[in-house]
Every structure is written in structure tokens, then in C-alpha cells.
């Protein structure tokens, strides 16, 4: 996006730790005890379609980089031991979602295509004997393509999943060395070529920039190829590096990490790179091409932001499932147990897995949609907004827009009587602007990452 601005004093001035805004307030809100007959009721009385998603934590080797719940073995029997919970875990929430279809189910991880071509089967058969999926239209999945070959990449096409994410990070040779996950850029090209013959729908690639020795002419040939694959959709995210909360990342040589005027200069280089080659900019870290549904949803106002990031649909009507897996439903969060025995502890005495939740209030509720129409589309109505909420927004958020002060001077937000504007130049610091709105940010904003 040519409007974006790469001025260091802004650089300087707005690169703060922030939330990525998954959910509003954040998972860090959540909170134990939390009563499942808050769960099983606002469960019984919402209506419309649903979104599930399925957390998937086993992985064969361990990513140095990744900050995901997971679990390293070469067992695939521990698999089939999970699948049984997770039937047990599914039979407990369908008479609570039983009224409701299922649009969209997507699978993550860990490496969700860890599971062999059989226990991808019965997980489909799972979905089917306990939901509504006569109206799904969406089934997603996580790929590693170290894990999948092409006869399951059309196995998972014939059980009806249309769309694939491929973990790439970078094609670099050493950076792969590096970050333990070194994977053949042959067997990427060819998944990718399959995917695109057997039909799927939509073909994302996941990169991640500020990994350790990515500079940028070799992060350029890495964006080359990516272009070349011609995916509908690639995913740029930043590298958090927070080795005191995932130990892993300990195992990363801190001096070969990219210094920050680098690590910005890849984000440059990727939005470049990607606008130039066609894509939409949907902001902060995704791109779509102009007829993917993603970039569609955004044109129409209707694109939506979950714990899975941009979403066409699924951001107040999301079900978790399995270890881990946080839920988000008509204004309330919840989140299973993260580790695997207490995880199974719980099913096994026939209970939700629930380790912690929370209740938004009307403020937050306020708050949530408000921060949701900035980071999806850029802008608010202020006035139908202050209509739909029957609030003066000059005086309940008061103390936002004189935050938002800093941000007016430097021409990132237009702010008029009836309208709150991102400008292309503040796009890239829409989670900073996004955190003058939020309440909750000064009581855990060390445990954040960079925006950028």
C-alpha cells in the first residue's frame, strides 16, 4: 500500500506492545473458577449459525519458534486416545448446539495433519454424527507440509475440507535450519499445484517475518516464490520472541534475530511485494485476492475477526473444542484446560473442560464491536453506532479520543462529527489506535507482543 508511511519517528513513537484484538477483551481477561451452567445457558439460548474449532495439539517435532499449544511425540496412538475424548467432549455440547448448524469448522494445532488418513476419517464421521453440518460451507484445516502428502491432501479433499493453510515461515535454508523445521520448497510447490487441481477453494501460505537470520534479500526470494505459488490468500505475521513464556524459543541464537529497523523492512518489503503482485491488503498481517472470500467480505462490510484472525463469518458464534480451544458466544469467553490430563481428567468425569471464562459487560460489549469495525474495515460510523447503542460517543468515550489525540496529529485517524477513519498511513498502526479504546490494556500490556 503506497499510503503507508515507514517514518522512523512513528516507528518509534507507535510500535508499542499491544493486542492482536482476537477477541475484545483479550483472553487475558479470562478467569477461574468459571461455572459451566453459564456455558450450557448461553449456549441453550443462542440462536443462528455456528463456527467450531478444533484444536489438534500433537506435532512429530518441535518448531523453536512457535508459541502454540502442543504436544511433541512420535505416538500416533496418542491420537486415537484424544479422538475418543474428543467424541466424549462432542457428545456433551450437542444437546446445548443441537438447534444450531454448524457453517464452519476449521482444524489447528500443533499439526492438525499429524492424524493419518483413518483418524481424519472418524474425526469427519465425529462431526457428522454430533452436529448440524448440513449447511457447513466452510471445513478448514492447518497443514504442515512435512506432514502431508499429496495422497491426504486428496483424502482430505474427498472428506470435503476446501480449504488448506500451509505453514511455509520462510524458505530460507538456514532460517529452516534454525527454527527446527526444515522442509522440502519441491514438496511445497507440488501440495500446493495438487491443491489447486483437486479443487479447493481457497490455498493460504503462512509466512512469519523476524525469525533469526532472515535479512532482506533473502526474505525477498522467499516473497518471490511465494508469489509464483499464486495462493489465494498469505498470511505475514510477526515473530514474537518471549523466551520466558515458551521455552522453546530459548533454543533460538537471540544475536541472529533481525534488529528492529530489519525486521520492519521485511514487513515493508511483504506488503510491497504482495500489493504490487495484485493482492488486497485485508490489514495488519493478512492478504487476499480481489475474488477471494475474504477480500469480498471486507469490500461488503462484512468481514469479521476471531481467535483465528479474519473470518467471513464465527465472531460472536465461535465453539472450541479439544485441549485448549477458547470459545466466544453471544458475549461470553471460555477456555478449556491446557494441559492434556487435566484436559482428559475432566471428560472422563463427564464434565465441559472448562479452566477459565468471562462475562463481557454492556461496556465491553460496546467496546468489542467497536474495535471489531476499526480492525476489519478501518472505520466506525460514529453515528449509527452511538444510535444502535443509544449513547453520546463524544462523551462515553471521552477519555479514547483524547488517546487518540497523538494519532490525528500524525494523520493516521480522521476523526468528523459522524465517522472515525484509519487512514492508509495508520493501517499499520490500527492495533495501537485500536488500544486507545481499550480499557482493560494498562493492567497487561507488558505480556504483550509488538504491533509490528
Not at 456433551?92 to 457453517?103: E, F, N, S, T, W
Not at 481424519?120 to 471445513?139: G, I, N, P, T, V
Not at 462484512?302 to 473444542?321: C, E, I, K, V
Not at 458475549?331 to 473442560?353: C, F, M, N, S, T
Amino acid at each position: 500500500m503506497p499510503g503507508i508511511h515507514w517514518d522512523p519517528a512513528l516507528i518509534a513513537k507507535y510500535n508499542i506492545h499491544g493486542p492482536r484484538y482476537t477477541s475484545y477483551p483479550t483472553a487475558l481477561a479470562l478467569q477461574a473458577p468459571f461455572e459451566s451452567q453459564t456455558v450450557r445457558d448461553t449456549l441453550l439460548a443462542s440462536t443462528g449459525e455456528l463456527s467450531l474449532y478444533l484444536h489438534l495439539p500433537f506435532c512429530h517435532q518441535l518448531c523453536y519458534y512457535c508459541g502454540c499449544n502442543k504436544v511433541i511425540t512420535r505416538h500416533q496412538h496418542k491420537a486415537d486416545r484424544y479422538l475418543d475424548a474428543l467424541e466424549q467432549e462432542m457428545a456433551l455440547y450437542q444437546p446445548l448446539v443441537a438447534h444450531r448448524p454448524i457453517g464452519k469448522i476449521h482444524l489447528g494445532g500443533g499439526t492438525p495433519t499429524f492424524l493419518t488418513e483413518q483418524q481424519l476419517s472418524r474425526l469427519m464421521q465425529q462431526f457428522q454424527q454430533y452436529f448440524d453440518c448440513a449447511k457447513l460451507d466452510e471445513l478448514s484445516i492447518e497443514i504442515d507440509p512435512r506432514s502431508c502428502s499429496l495422497e491426504k491432501l486428496a483424502h482430505l479433499r474427498q472428506l470435503g475440507f476446501n480449504r488448506v493453510s500451509f505453514g511455509v515461515q520462510d524458505f530460507d535454508q538456514q532460517v529452516q535450519i534454525t527454527i527446527n523445521r526444515v522442509q522440502d520448497t519441491d514438496l511445497i510447490r507440488q501440495l500446493v499445484q495438487r491443491a489447486k487441481a483437486l479443487g479447493f477453494s481457497s490455498i493460504n501460505l503462512d509466512l512469519v517475518y523476524g525469525l533469526p537470520y532472515q535479512q532482506t534479500a533473502s526474505f525477498q526470494q522467499t516473497l518471490d516464490q511465494v508469489v509464483a505459488l499464486d495462493p489465494d490468500r498469505v498470511s505475514l505475521f510477526s515473530y514474537a520472541h518471549l523466551p520466558a513464556r515458551f521455552a522453546a524459543q530459548r533454543k533460538l541464537p537471540e544475536a541472529a534475530l533481525p534488529a528492529a529497523e530489519t525486521k520492519l523492512a521485511l514487513l515493508q518489503q511483504g506488503i510491497a511485494t504482495f500489493s504490487q503482485a495484485g493482492y488486497q491488503f485485508i490489514g495488519m498481517d493478512h492478504f487476499a485476492k480481489p475474488d477471494d472470500g475474504l477480500a469480498k467480505a471486507q469490500r461488503a462490510g462484512q468481514l469479521q475477526r476471531n481467535f483465528q484472525g479474519y473470518t467471513t463469518h464465527g465472531q460472536n458464534a465461535l465453539l472450541g473444542l479439544g485441549v485448549s480451544s477458547i470459545s466466544q458466544v453471544d458475549g461470553v469467553l471460555w477456555q478449556h484446560e491446557k494441559e492434556l490430563p487435566d484436559y482428559y481428567q475432566a471428560i472422563e468425569a463427564r464434565q465441559l473442560p472448562l479452566a477459565k471464562g468471562f462475562v463481557l459487560s454492556k461496556d465491553d460489549c460496546i467496546r468489542a464491536e467497536l474495535i471489531a469495525q476499526l480492525i476489519c474495515h478501518f472505520e466506525l460510523d460514529t453515528a449509527v453506532f452511538s444510535q444502535k447503542w443509544q449513547l453520546d460517543f463524544s462523551e462515553y468515550f471521552a477519555d479514547s479520543l483524547q488517546q487518540l489525540s497523538p494519532f490525528l496529529e500524525d494523520g493516521l485517524v480522521e476523526l468528523t462529527p459522524d465517522r472515525i477513519k484509519v487512514t492508509d498511513a495508520g493501517r499499520l498502526w490500527v492495533r495501537s489506535i485500536c488500544s486507545a479504546f481499550d480499557v482493560y490494556l494498562q493492567q497487561g500490556q507488558q505480556r504483550y507482543s509488538k504491533v509490528v
